[in-house]
């Protein structure tokens, strides 16, 4: 079993859509949780980090359940621009970043 | 341009040749990690120094690899004898050593074997 795991894609959904990524890890001694964003062919780039209050940036909305070891990404009106995969990303007390496989959007027009 | 920089961008090379790629840190991250990413998967894992000390390897890092940081500066990822399996994007990424914060990431080397 992976480390991280993350629902499998694609997602499509038409433009002005809510989606929700799921992510579970596997290790109950992680510390620090992200959401990236990765575009086709480029390196993947910060979304947003994960907090345990849960957290907000404008549209996108993150969620922590330490206790089922699972986060959540949910997109609010998306648009075309959000086309991208989403990898989630927990880290270990001083350790390396663990990313998931990561799920692919396609927002459609 | 601050951020985290690789070099060269791309690599095609013949299977049986070594390769050196080399990466720049944000300057005041003293964390350097090396990752490899394949078509449709998440970044793996491969090194991550702290200042010139590696502090982990992964055990998919087979003996053809190696990395060095010698200074705490800049980092290099060598690979032995290059085998068609070895073809990926070959990520750097850096942070400072305070928790919960995130890692950059530069373009990445692609690298081709043929």
Known sequence: ?109 | DTGVSQDPRHKITKRGQNVTFRCDPISEHNRLYWYRQTLGQGPEFLTYFQNEAQLEKSRLLSDRFSAERPKGSFSTLEIQRTEQGDSAMYLCASSSSAENTEAFFGQGTRLTVV
């Open chain 1, 1 to 109: 079993r992976k480390e991280v795991e993350q629902d499998p894609g694609p997602f499509n959904v038409p433009e002005g859509a809510t989606v929700a990524f799921n992510c579970t890890y596997s290790n109950s001694a992680s510390q620090s949780f992200f959401w990236y964003r990765q575009d086709c062919r480029k390196e993947p780039k910060l979304l947003m980090s994960v907090y345990s209050s849960g957290n907000e940036d404008g549209r996108f909305t993150a969620q922590l359940n330490r206790a089922s070891q699972y986060i959540s990404l949910l997109i609010r009106d998306s648009k075309l621009s959000d086309s991208a995969t989403y990898l989630c990303v927990v880290r270990h007390y001083g350790q390396n970043f663990v990313f998931g496989p990561g799920t692919r959007l396609s927002v459609l027009p």
